[in-house]
Nanobody, 115 residues
């Protein structure tokens, strides 16, 4: 069945880095544009970044541009989000899905930026 599993979150100090992973299975991953989104408790989803199916083109929200880098390895059915220069306002649960959120959501991975 279709499955998205996010991992790599944790507690990090401001200015630190994390690398999130999204392991995909049950669908033709390499055919889909994929995205990272994030959500605070009781709030809606916020788009962070996405990448075309081949990984050649990527797009990011202004709030993370220059700090976060999205990438994917289609041979491993995995997408990544390298997060550098983290700020307290990056504290969210991070989720991956197709660009338009068409697949069942995974459990997400919590990122907490705090000193």
């Amino acid at each position: 069945q279709v499955q998205l599993v996010e991992s790599g979150g944790g507690l990090v100090q401001p200015g630190g880095s994390l690398r999130l992973s999204c392991a995909a299975s049950g669908f033709p991953f390499s055919s889909y544009a994929m995205a990272w989104v994030r959500q605070a408790p009781g709030k809606g989803l916020e788009w962070v970044s996405d990448t075309e199916s081949g990984g050649g083109s990527t797009y990011s929200a202004d709030s993370v541009k220059g700090r976060f880098t999205i990438s994917r390895d289609n041979a491993k059915n995995t997408m990544y989000l390298q997060m550098n220069s983290l700020k307290p306002e990056d504290t969210y649960v991070y989720y991956c899905n197709t660009r338009y959120g068409k697949l069942p959501w995974g459990q997400g991975t919590q990122v907490t930026v705090s000193s």
